[in-house]
């Protein structure tokens, strides 16, 4: 009897590869800057390589993994976490963020005020964690992940929604990071999250985009800052 053939990947096989090799990346266990190998990979995730190689090809389209070459050998890494990166990612996060708070702003009053009351309590909550010794990080980027979250929901807006669950986690990998190092910038972050809440509770889109954009370039700033002391994570 010949050797036992793995079955055919399917669809769910196809997408769960990619989600389980994404979350590695996003966790780290996939290091930044790590090179990838698509025999190790298939056999660490016990699957057929073409399941792997379509995950790696959806990954280095939406920017997870790069291609760097040897001559003319071609080998995958992770993405690096570099100031460049990370100020890009923020750039297009806020950009999307932005239109979203501007729709959100131009909801009926009830609703407005129905979003601002509830980003109002995460942002509190958010503060509070972040004053917390020892510091709850896991806590703190759930908290801020869920209040750029909420406006997201408030709206229909499909394209965006599709945009944003594809770049946001590429913003949340340096907040993993480097958070831990981003002492006293909390209190910065929830005065520019309550200008935020209080132009889509008074109905004003214009100022709501401004307001949202202006927080995640500060938050890029902020971030390039500490890469500046702290180092570039897997850059070669």
Same mark, same amino acid.
């Given at each position: 009897?010949?050797?036992?053939?793995?079955?055919?990947?399917?669809?769910?096989?196809?997408?769960?590869?990619?989600?389980?090799? =994404?979350?590695?990346?996003?966790?780290?266990?996939? $290091?930044?800057?790590?090179?990838?190998?698509?025999?190790?990979?298939?056999? @660490?995730?016990?699957?057929?390589?073409?399941?792997?190689? !379509?995950?790696? @090809? =959806?990954?280095?389209?939406? *920017?997870?993994?790069? #291609?760097?070459?040897?001559?003319?050998? =071609?080998?995958?890494?992770?993405?690096?976490?570099?100031?460049?990166? *990370?100020?890009?990612?923020? @750039?297009?996060?806020? #950009?999307?963020?932005?239109?979203?708070?501007?729709?959100?702003?131009?909801?009926?009053? !009830?609703?407005?005020?129905?979003?601002?009351?509830?980003?109002?309590?995460?942002?509190?909550?958010?503060?509070? %964690?972040?004053?917390?010794?020892?510091?709850?990080?896991?806590?703190?980027?759930?908290?801020?992940?869920?209040?750029?979250?909420?406006?997201?929901? $408030?709206?229909? /807006?499909?394209?965006?929604? /599709?945009?944003? !669950?594809?770049?946001?986690?590429?913003?949340?990998?340096? =907040?993993?990071?480097? !958070?831990?190092? /981003?002492?006293?910038?909390? #209190?910065?972050? %929830?005065?520019?999250?309550?200008?935020?809440?209080?132009?889509?509770?008074?109905?004003?889109?214009?100022?709501?985009?401004?307001?949202?954009?202006? @927080?995640?370039?500060?938050?890029?700033?902020?971030?390039?800052?500490?890469?500046?002391?702290?180092?570039?994570?897997?850059?070669?």
């Amino acid at each position: 009897m010949g050797p036992a053939r793995r079955p055919r990947f399917s669809a769910a096989t196809k997408d769960g590869t990619f989600q389980t090799v =994404r979350t590695m990346i996003l966790e780290g266990s996939l $290091a930044p800057g790590a090179t990838i190998v698509e025999t190790e990979l298939a056999e @660490h995730l016990d699957v057929s390589r073409t399941p792997v190689r !379509s995950a790696l @090809h =959806r990954l280095e389209q939406d *920017g997870y993994v790069l #291609a760097t070459w040897r001559g003319r050998k =071609r080998r995958l890494v992770v993405a690096p976490l570099t100031k460049e990166d *990370g100020r890009e990612v923020y @750039h297009i996060v806020g #950009a999307l963020d932005a239109l979203v708070a501007w729709r959100a702003a131009g909801l009926p009053a !009830s609703r407005r005020e129905e979003l601002a009351a509830r980003m109002s309590t995460l942002n509190e909550s958010l503060l509070a %964690a972040g004053e917390l010794v020892p510091v709850d990080f896991p806590r703190l980027l759930e908290l801020h992940a869920s209040f750029h979250a909420v406006f997201f929901e $408030a709206v229909e /807006a499909p394209r965006l929604k /599709a945009l944003h !669950s594809n770049v946001r986690p590429q913003a949340d990998r340096y =907040r993993r990071i480097y !958070s831990r190092v /981003a002492h006293g910038q909390q #209190a910065q972050s %929830a005065a520019e999250h309550r200008r935020i809440i209080e132009t889509i509770k008074v109905g004003d889109p214009v100022e709501a985009h401004c307001a949202t954009l202006e @927080h995640w370039m500060g938050a890029a700033d902020r971030l390039c800052e500490i890469i500046e002391i702290f180092g570039e994570h897997g850059a070669w």
